[in-house]
Protein backbone atom coordinates (compact mmCIF):
# COMPACT_ATOMS: atom_id res chain seq x y z
CA UNK A 1 0.00 0.00 0.00
CA UNK A 2 1.75 3.18 -1.36
CA UNK A 3 0.64 6.78 -1.98
CA UNK A 4 0.20 8.12 -5.67
CA UNK A 5 -0.90 11.04 -7.93
CA UNK A 6 -3.60 9.34 -10.39
CA UNK A 7 -4.21 11.34 -13.71
CA UNK A 8 -8.41 11.97 -14.80
CA UNK A 9 -8.41 11.86 -18.58
CA UNK A 10 -11.33 13.23 -19.81
CA UNK A 11 -13.08 14.60 -17.45
CA UNK A 12 -13.90 18.52 -16.11
CA UNK A 13 -12.28 20.01 -13.19
CA UNK A 14 -8.61 19.45 -11.74
CA UNK A 15 -6.24 16.58 -13.63
CA UNK A 16 -5.17 14.54 -10.88
CA UNK A 17 -6.18 12.62 -7.46
CA UNK A 18 -4.44 11.55 -4.23
CA UNK A 19 -4.76 8.10 -4.19
CA UNK A 20 -3.21 5.57 -1.89
CA UNK A 21 -3.38 2.04 -3.85
CA UNK A 22 -2.60 -1.53 -3.32
CA UNK A 23 -0.27 -3.25 -5.84
CA UNK A 24 1.12 -6.81 -6.61
CA UNK A 25 2.72 -8.05 -9.10
CA UNK A 26 2.94 -4.90 -11.15
CA UNK A 27 -1.20 -4.71 -11.23
CA UNK A 28 -3.33 -2.24 -8.93
CA UNK A 29 -5.91 -4.63 -6.52
CA UNK A 30 -7.12 -1.53 -4.86
CA UNK A 31 -7.36 2.17 -4.91
CA UNK A 32 -8.84 5.12 -2.73
CA UNK A 33 -8.67 8.83 -2.99
CA UNK A 34 -8.42 11.37 -1.00
CA UNK A 35 -11.81 13.21 -0.07
CA UNK A 36 -10.85 16.18 1.75
CA UNK A 37 -8.27 18.60 0.20
CA UNK A 38 -7.05 21.15 2.85
CA UNK A 39 -6.26 24.90 1.40
CA UNK A 40 -5.05 26.53 4.83
CA UNK A 41 -1.80 27.26 6.32
CA UNK A 42 0.76 25.57 3.21
CA UNK A 43 -2.09 23.38 2.27
CA UNK A 44 -2.55 24.19 -1.54
CA UNK A 45 -4.51 20.91 -2.48
CA UNK A 46 -7.60 21.86 -4.25
CA UNK A 47 -5.47 23.86 -6.64
CA UNK A 48 -4.06 20.50 -7.90
CA UNK A 49 -6.44 17.58 -7.08
CA UNK A 50 -10.13 16.67 -7.09
CA UNK A 51 -11.72 14.97 -4.50
CA UNK A 52 -12.43 11.77 -4.81
CA UNK A 53 -15.62 9.77 -3.84
CA UNK A 54 -16.08 7.68 -1.39
CA UNK A 55 -13.82 4.63 -1.00
CA UNK A 56 -14.66 1.08 -1.27
CA UNK A 57 -13.54 -1.30 1.74
CA UNK A 58 -10.19 -2.85 1.67
CA UNK A 59 -10.39 -6.71 2.14
CA UNK A 60 -7.30 -8.70 2.77
CA UNK A 61 -7.09 -12.58 4.12
CA UNK A 62 -10.36 -12.26 5.75
CA UNK A 63 -10.14 -8.63 7.31
CA UNK A 64 -11.63 -5.53 6.00
CA UNK A 65 -10.35 -2.28 6.80
CA UNK A 66 -11.78 1.29 5.67
CA UNK A 67 -8.81 3.88 3.77
CA UNK A 68 -8.40 7.17 4.21
CA UNK A 69 -5.59 9.31 2.51
CA UNK A 70 -4.78 12.64 5.73
CA UNK A 71 -6.85 15.12 6.16
CA UNK A 72 -9.59 12.63 5.52
CA UNK A 73 -9.84 11.85 9.57
CA UNK A 74 -9.42 15.64 10.56
CA UNK A 75 -12.66 16.81 9.37
CA UNK A 76 -14.51 16.92 12.88
CA UNK A 77 -11.27 19.00 13.71
CA UNK A 78 -11.64 21.39 10.64
CA UNK A 79 -15.18 21.92 10.74
CA UNK A 80 -15.22 22.92 7.47
CA UNK A 81 -16.03 20.07 5.32
CA UNK A 82 -19.17 18.30 4.73
CA UNK A 83 -17.98 14.98 3.71
CA UNK A 84 -17.15 12.59 6.68
CA UNK A 85 -15.10 9.75 5.28
CA UNK A 86 -14.55 7.77 8.43
CA UNK A 87 -18.24 7.82 9.18
CA UNK A 88 -19.20 6.78 5.11
CA UNK A 89 -17.01 3.82 6.03
CA UNK A 90 -18.46 2.62 9.20
CA UNK A 91 -21.99 2.91 7.62
CA UNK A 92 -20.91 1.48 4.26
CA UNK A 93 -19.86 -1.55 6.37
CA UNK A 94 -23.45 -1.94 7.78
CA UNK A 95 -25.14 -1.25 5.16
CA UNK A 96 -23.45 -4.95 3.76
CA UNK A 97 -23.85 -6.73 7.26
CA UNK A 98 -19.96 -5.93 7.38
CA UNK A 99 -18.03 -4.51 10.55
CA UNK A 100 -14.92 -2.80 9.50
CA UNK A 101 -11.81 -4.35 11.68
CA UNK A 102 -9.54 -1.13 11.38
CA UNK A 103 -9.27 1.95 9.67
CA UNK A 104 -5.68 3.02 7.52
CA UNK A 105 -4.50 6.20 7.30
CA UNK A 106 -1.85 7.25 5.36
CA UNK A 107 -0.60 10.36 5.77
CA UNK A 108 2.40 13.05 4.91
CA UNK A 109 1.29 15.66 8.06
CA UNK A 110 3.92 18.04 8.76
CA UNK A 111 5.29 18.27 12.12
CA UNK A 112 4.58 21.51 14.74
CA UNK A 113 5.19 22.34 18.41
CA UNK A 114 2.49 19.74 19.88
CA UNK A 115 0.76 18.26 16.66
CA UNK A 116 1.51 14.83 18.30
CA UNK A 117 -1.22 15.39 20.89
CA UNK A 118 -3.84 17.10 18.32
CA UNK A 119 -3.09 13.81 16.37
CA UNK A 120 -3.97 11.71 18.93
CA UNK A 121 -7.07 12.94 20.03
CA UNK A 122 -8.14 12.38 16.90
CA UNK A 123 -7.19 8.63 16.24
CA UNK A 124 -8.71 8.03 19.77
CA UNK A 125 -11.89 9.69 18.97
CA UNK A 126 -12.38 7.79 16.34
CA UNK A 127 -11.60 4.32 17.86
CA UNK A 128 -13.87 4.89 20.85
CA UNK A 129 -16.42 6.71 18.62
CA UNK A 130 -16.17 3.69 16.38
CA UNK A 131 -15.19 0.89 18.29
CA UNK A 132 -12.38 0.61 16.22
CA UNK A 133 -8.62 -0.16 15.53
CA UNK A 134 -6.61 2.77 13.59
CA UNK A 135 -3.68 2.38 11.94
CA UNK A 136 -1.57 5.59 11.40
CA UNK A 137 1.47 5.87 8.61
CA UNK A 138 3.14 9.12 8.61
CA UNK A 139 5.77 10.56 6.28
CA UNK A 140 9.25 11.16 7.29
CA UNK A 141 11.87 13.51 6.30
CA UNK A 142 11.93 17.31 5.08
CA UNK A 143 11.26 18.57 2.37
CA UNK A 144 11.73 22.48 1.77
CA UNK A 145 10.70 23.95 5.07
CA UNK A 146 8.53 21.22 5.92
CA UNK A 147 9.10 18.60 8.44
CA UNK A 148 7.59 15.18 8.86
CA UNK A 149 8.28 13.62 11.60
CA UNK A 150 6.77 9.80 11.18
CA UNK A 151 5.54 8.49 14.34
CA UNK A 152 3.53 5.99 13.24
CA UNK A 153 1.38 4.18 15.48
CA UNK A 154 -1.47 1.72 15.75
CA UNK A 155 -4.38 2.04 18.54
CA UNK A 156 -7.01 -0.67 19.78
CA UNK A 157 -10.50 0.04 19.79
CA UNK A 158 -10.39 2.18 23.02
CA UNK A 159 -7.46 4.63 21.79
CA UNK A 160 -4.90 2.87 23.76
CA UNK A 161 -1.43 3.03 21.46
CA UNK A 162 -0.51 -0.63 21.08
CA UNK A 163 2.48 0.10 18.59
CA UNK A 164 4.30 3.37 18.08
CA UNK A 165 7.40 4.32 15.94
CA UNK A 166 10.45 6.19 16.20
CA UNK A 167 10.35 9.88 15.53
CA UNK A 168 12.18 11.96 12.97
CA UNK A 169 13.72 8.51 11.64
CA UNK A 170 12.74 6.03 9.02
CA UNK A 171 11.54 2.79 11.02
CA UNK A 172 8.96 0.11 10.76
CA UNK A 173 6.74 -1.36 13.26
CA UNK A 174 4.90 -4.37 13.62
CA UNK A 175 1.54 -4.94 14.90
CA UNK A 176 -0.28 -8.21 15.51
CA UNK A 177 -4.33 -7.87 13.98
CA UNK A 178 -5.81 -10.13 16.17
CA UNK A 179 -3.99 -9.25 19.95
CA UNK A 180 -3.78 -5.56 18.54
CA UNK A 181 -0.50 -5.95 20.17
CA UNK A 182 3.07 -4.54 18.58
CA UNK A 183 6.14 -2.74 18.81
CA UNK A 184 6.41 0.34 20.87
CA UNK A 185 9.90 1.67 19.53
CA UNK A 186 9.25 5.05 20.77
CA UNK A 187 7.40 6.59 24.19
CA UNK A 188 3.81 7.55 22.47
CA UNK A 189 4.47 11.25 24.19
CA UNK A 190 7.97 13.46 24.12
CA UNK A 191 8.20 16.93 25.62
CA UNK A 192 7.66 20.04 23.04
CA UNK A 193 12.00 20.78 23.49
CA UNK A 194 12.57 17.45 22.36
CA UNK A 195 10.13 17.31 19.38
CA UNK A 196 10.99 20.73 18.06
CA UNK A 197 15.17 19.81 18.41
CA UNK A 198 14.02 16.94 16.95
CA UNK A 199 13.09 18.49 14.10
CA UNK A 200 15.28 21.08 13.57
CA UNK A 201 18.13 18.41 13.33
CA UNK A 202 16.17 16.16 10.96
CA UNK A 203 15.14 19.34 8.90
CA UNK A 204 18.87 20.75 8.58
CA UNK A 205 20.50 16.60 7.84
CA UNK A 206 17.61 16.81 4.81
CA UNK A 207 17.77 20.26 3.06
CA UNK A 208 21.62 20.39 3.53
CA UNK A 209 21.93 16.97 1.52
CA UNK A 210 19.07 16.60 -0.53
CA UNK A 211 20.07 20.26 -2.03
CA UNK A 212 23.52 19.10 -3.08
CA UNK A 213 25.49 20.33 0.38
CA UNK A 214 28.02 18.19 2.51
CA UNK A 215 29.00 21.08 4.94
CA UNK A 216 27.61 24.07 6.20
CA UNK A 217 29.05 27.59 7.93
CA UNK A 218 27.66 29.99 10.13
CA UNK A 219 28.36 33.03 12.09
CA UNK A 220 29.44 32.14 16.03
CA UNK A 221 28.98 36.01 17.52
CA UNK A 222 29.11 34.33 21.30
CA UNK A 223 25.53 34.85 21.51
CA UNK A 224 22.44 31.73 22.53
CA UNK A 225 21.11 32.12 18.50
CA UNK A 226 24.20 31.24 16.82
CA UNK A 227 25.12 29.06 19.54
CA UNK A 228 22.12 26.86 19.35
CA UNK A 229 22.05 26.87 15.36
CA UNK A 230 25.30 25.32 15.59
CA UNK A 231 24.36 22.60 17.90
CA UNK A 232 21.67 21.77 15.87
CA UNK A 233 24.04 21.78 12.63
CA UNK A 234 26.74 19.60 14.22
CA UNK A 235 24.31 17.04 15.35
CA UNK A 236 22.52 16.98 11.49
CA UNK A 237 25.69 17.17 10.02
CA UNK A 238 28.66 16.07 12.16
CA UNK A 239 31.13 18.35 13.81
CA UNK A 240 33.90 17.80 10.81
CA UNK A 241 31.20 19.12 8.27
CA UNK A 242 30.11 22.56 10.45
CA UNK A 243 32.54 25.71 9.92
CA UNK A 244 31.74 28.49 12.59
CA UNK A 245 33.02 31.84 12.34
CA UNK A 246 33.59 34.66 14.84
CA UNK A 247 33.54 37.95 13.14
CA UNK A 248 34.09 40.65 15.82
CA UNK A 249 33.93 44.19 14.97
CA UNK A 250 35.14 47.39 17.19
CA UNK A 251 31.96 46.69 19.46
CA UNK A 252 32.28 43.20 20.27
CA UNK A 253 33.22 42.09 23.98
CA UNK A 254 35.99 40.10 24.57
CA UNK A 255 33.76 37.65 26.45
CA UNK A 256 31.66 36.85 23.08
CA UNK A 257 34.76 35.77 21.52
CA UNK A 258 35.37 33.77 24.41
CA UNK A 259 32.42 32.18 24.79
CA UNK A 260 32.01 31.21 20.50
CA UNK A 261 35.50 30.08 20.87
CA UNK A 262 34.28 27.34 23.86
CA UNK A 263 31.26 26.75 21.74
CA UNK A 264 32.98 25.69 19.36
CA UNK A 265 35.18 23.24 20.74
CA UNK A 266 33.03 21.79 22.79
CA UNK A 267 31.25 20.97 19.73
CA UNK A 268 34.04 19.81 17.91
CA UNK A 269 33.24 22.16 14.79
CA UNK A 270 35.88 23.57 12.98
CA UNK A 271 36.42 27.71 14.02
CA UNK A 272 38.17 30.31 12.46
CA UNK A 273 38.17 34.17 12.85
CA UNK A 274 37.70 37.09 10.55
CA UNK A 275 37.55 40.62 12.48
CA UNK A 276 35.85 43.20 11.17
CA UNK A 277 37.14 46.54 11.94
CA UNK A 278 39.73 47.13 8.79
CA UNK A 279 36.92 46.66 6.34
CA UNK A 280 34.62 48.77 8.79
CA UNK A 281 36.72 51.75 8.71
CA UNK A 282 36.82 51.29 5.08
CA UNK A 283 33.67 51.66 4.46
CA UNK A 284 33.07 54.54 6.78
CA UNK A 285 36.05 56.49 5.15
CA UNK A 286 34.55 55.58 1.80
CA UNK A 287 31.09 57.11 2.49
CA UNK A 288 32.66 59.64 4.69
CA UNK A 289 31.96 62.90 2.09
CA UNK A 290 28.46 61.74 1.00
CA UNK A 291 27.23 61.25 4.89
CA UNK A 292 28.81 63.87 5.65
CA UNK A 293 26.65 66.38 7.95
CA UNK A 294 24.81 62.76 8.95
CA UNK A 295 25.27 61.56 12.37
CA UNK A 296 26.00 57.52 13.07
CA UNK A 297 22.82 55.60 13.25
CA UNK A 298 21.44 52.42 12.10
CA UNK A 299 22.67 52.95 9.05
CA UNK A 300 26.82 52.03 10.23
CA UNK A 301 25.45 49.32 12.63
CA UNK A 302 23.99 47.70 9.26
CA UNK A 303 27.19 48.39 7.73
CA UNK A 304 28.50 45.51 10.59
CA UNK A 305 26.12 42.87 9.26
CA UNK A 306 26.39 43.22 6.08
CA UNK A 307 30.10 42.96 6.07
CA UNK A 308 29.84 39.87 7.78
CA UNK A 309 27.19 38.87 5.15
CA UNK A 310 29.52 39.45 2.67
CA UNK A 311 32.39 37.49 4.31
CA UNK A 312 30.25 34.46 5.11
CA UNK A 313 28.93 34.10 1.40
CA UNK A 314 32.55 34.27 0.15
CA UNK A 315 33.48 31.25 2.20
CA UNK A 316 30.75 29.54 1.62
CA UNK A 317 31.09 30.50 -2.58
CA UNK A 318 34.52 29.14 -2.14
CA UNK A 319 34.48 25.68 -0.10
CA UNK A 320 30.27 24.86 -1.31
CA UNK A 321 29.60 24.99 2.64
CA UNK A 322 25.58 25.71 2.90
CA UNK A 323 25.43 29.35 4.88
CA UNK A 324 22.75 28.70 7.65
CA UNK A 325 21.38 31.78 9.31
CA UNK A 326 20.74 32.37 12.52
CA UNK A 327 17.81 34.40 13.52
CA UNK A 328 14.71 33.75 15.58
CA UNK A 329 11.32 34.03 15.17
CA UNK A 330 10.50 37.07 17.59
CA UNK A 331 13.50 38.92 15.69
CA UNK A 332 12.32 38.10 12.23
CA UNK A 333 8.95 39.20 13.46
CA UNK A 334 9.37 42.40 14.02
CA UNK A 335 12.57 43.46 11.95
CA UNK A 336 15.37 43.46 13.98
CA UNK A 337 17.77 41.97 11.73
CA UNK A 338 19.72 43.15 8.76
CA UNK A 339 18.78 42.32 4.88
CA UNK A 340 21.86 40.89 3.35
CA UNK A 341 23.36 41.08 6.16
CA UNK A 342 22.58 38.56 9.22
CA UNK A 343 19.48 37.57 6.77
CA UNK A 344 21.91 36.23 3.97
CA UNK A 345 22.49 32.66 3.30
CA UNK A 346 20.44 29.34 2.25
CA UNK A 347 18.61 27.85 5.26
CA UNK A 348 17.40 29.71 8.27
CA UNK A 349 17.14 26.93 10.91
CA UNK A 350 15.51 28.39 13.90
CA UNK A 351 13.30 31.32 11.88
CA UNK A 352 10.13 29.72 13.26
CA UNK A 353 11.91 29.45 16.79
CA UNK A 354 10.47 32.26 19.20
CA UNK A 355 13.02 33.72 21.48
CA UNK A 356 12.05 31.82 24.55
CA UNK A 357 11.83 28.62 22.88
CA UNK A 358 15.32 29.04 21.89
CA UNK A 359 15.72 29.65 25.38
CA UNK A 360 14.46 26.40 26.43
CA UNK A 361 16.08 24.37 23.44
CA UNK A 362 19.59 25.43 24.61
CA UNK A 363 18.24 23.63 28.52
CA UNK A 364 17.91 20.82 26.38
CA UNK A 365 21.18 20.61 24.79
CA UNK A 366 22.64 21.08 28.21
CA UNK A 367 20.55 18.42 29.79
CA UNK A 368 24.24 16.37 29.60
CA UNK A 369 26.50 19.04 30.09
CA UNK A 370 27.50 22.57 29.64
CA UNK A 371 27.83 23.01 25.38
CA UNK A 372 26.59 25.87 25.26
CA UNK A 373 28.69 28.42 27.61
CA UNK A 374 26.51 29.25 30.86
CA UNK A 375 27.30 33.07 29.72
CA UNK A 376 26.29 32.70 26.52
CA UNK A 377 22.79 31.91 28.10
CA UNK A 378 22.47 34.04 30.93
CA UNK A 379 23.75 37.55 29.58
CA UNK A 380 21.39 39.87 28.40
CA UNK A 381 20.78 39.47 24.26
CA UNK A 382 22.65 41.91 22.30
CA UNK A 383 23.80 42.69 18.46
CA UNK A 384 26.95 44.10 19.85
CA UNK A 385 26.76 47.02 16.90
CA UNK A 386 27.14 49.97 19.03
CA UNK A 387 28.43 50.67 22.60
CA UNK A 388 26.89 49.42 25.06
CA UNK A 389 23.65 47.87 22.72
CA UNK A 390 20.88 45.39 24.36
CA UNK A 391 17.97 44.35 22.95
CA UNK A 392 15.41 45.36 24.94
CA UNK A 393 17.06 48.64 24.41
CA UNK A 394 14.55 48.79 21.22
CA UNK A 395 12.19 46.18 22.02
CA UNK A 396 9.97 44.60 25.08
CA UNK A 397 11.40 41.69 27.56
CA UNK A 398 11.41 38.79 24.80
CA UNK A 399 9.20 37.04 27.49
CA UNK A 400 6.20 39.65 26.87
CA UNK A 401 7.35 40.21 23.03
CA UNK A 402 6.67 36.08 22.27
CA UNK A 403 3.27 36.16 24.18
CA UNK A 404 2.34 38.96 21.78
CA UNK A 405 3.54 37.83 18.57
CA UNK A 406 1.81 34.08 19.48
CA UNK A 407 -1.25 35.85 19.91
CA UNK A 408 -1.12 37.41 16.60
CA UNK A 409 0.67 35.78 14.03
CA UNK A 410 -0.34 32.41 15.46
CA UNK A 411 -4.22 32.60 16.87
CA UNK A 412 -5.05 35.50 14.76
CA UNK A 413 -5.45 38.18 17.08
CA UNK A 414 -5.38 42.03 16.10
CA UNK A 415 -4.54 44.61 17.89
CA UNK A 416 -8.09 45.47 20.63
CA UNK A 417 -8.44 41.52 20.87
CA UNK A 418 -4.63 41.38 22.13
CA UNK A 419 -4.66 44.61 24.29
CA UNK A 420 -8.05 43.50 26.14
CA UNK A 421 -5.94 40.56 27.41
CA UNK A 422 -3.99 43.23 29.78
CA UNK A 423 -1.05 44.17 27.18
CA UNK A 424 -0.23 47.75 27.09
CA UNK A 425 -2.08 49.58 24.06
CA UNK A 426 1.40 51.53 22.83
CA UNK A 427 3.17 48.24 23.46
CA UNK A 428 0.63 46.11 21.15
CA UNK A 429 0.58 49.05 18.90
CA UNK A 430 4.05 49.34 18.14
CA UNK A 431 4.64 45.38 17.63
CA UNK A 432 2.00 44.86 15.14
CA UNK A 433 3.36 48.01 13.24
CA UNK A 434 6.79 46.45 13.29
CA UNK A 435 5.43 42.91 12.07
CA UNK A 436 3.12 44.55 9.18
CA UNK A 437 6.44 46.88 7.61
CA UNK A 438 9.15 44.59 7.69
CA UNK A 439 6.77 41.82 5.71
CA UNK A 440 9.35 43.25 2.48
CA UNK A 441 12.40 41.90 4.60
CA UNK A 442 10.63 38.14 5.32
CA UNK A 443 9.84 38.33 1.68
CA UNK A 444 13.84 37.70 0.90
CA UNK A 445 14.90 35.72 3.81
CA UNK A 446 15.97 32.38 3.43
CA UNK A 447 13.86 29.29 3.62
CA UNK A 448 12.97 28.38 7.31
CA UNK A 449 12.14 25.37 8.83
CA UNK A 450 8.43 25.32 10.11
CA UNK A 451 7.62 23.74 13.85
CA UNK A 452 4.84 26.60 14.89
CA UNK A 453 1.37 26.23 13.59
CA UNK A 454 1.88 29.19 11.61
CA UNK A 455 5.61 30.27 10.39
CA UNK A 456 6.48 33.28 7.93
CA UNK A 457 6.77 31.51 4.38
CA UNK A 458 4.52 30.12 1.85
CA UNK A 459 1.96 29.65 4.72
CA UNK A 460 1.63 33.13 5.44
CA UNK A 461 0.37 35.04 2.51
CA UNK A 462 0.45 38.61 3.16
CA UNK A 463 1.14 41.25 1.04
CA UNK A 464 4.20 43.92 1.12
CA UNK A 465 2.41 46.44 0.08
CA UNK A 466 -0.61 47.15 2.11
CA UNK A 467 -1.47 49.88 5.13
CA UNK A 468 -3.80 47.98 7.06
CA UNK A 469 -4.14 48.26 10.44
CA UNK A 470 -6.15 46.16 12.69
Partial sequence: MFGCLERRDGQRGKGLYNSVVVARHGRIFYRAR????????????TRYFEPGEASELYQVQGMTFGVTVCEDVWSDEVRRYQAQ????????????????????NISASPFQR???????GIFKKICRGYGVPFLYCNQIGGQDSLVFDGRSLVMDSSGTTVAQAHGFREDMIIVDSTTWLGD????????????VYQGLVMGVSDYVRKCGFSSAVLGLSGGIDSALTAAIAVEALGPENVLGVALPSPYSSPDSLEDAQLLAANLGCRFTVLPIGELFDTFRRNLAGLFAGHDEDLTEQNLQARIRGNLLMALSNKFGHLLLTTGNKSEMAVGYCTLYGDM?????????????????????????????PARTISKAPTAE???GQKDQDDLPPYEILDQILELHLEQGKGQA?????GFAEQMVRDILRRVRINEYKRKQAPIGLKVTTKAFGYGRRYPNVQNYQG
Avoid: C
Fill in 34 to 45: KQLLPSYDVFDE
Fill in 85 to 104: PVAAIIAAAAARGQAVDAII
Fill in 114 to 120: DKEKIRQ
Fill in 184 to 195: MHGPPQVSEQEA
Fill in 344 to 372: SGGLAVISDVPKQLVYELADHVNRTWAII
Fill in 385 to 387: LKP
Fill in 417 to 421: EIVAL
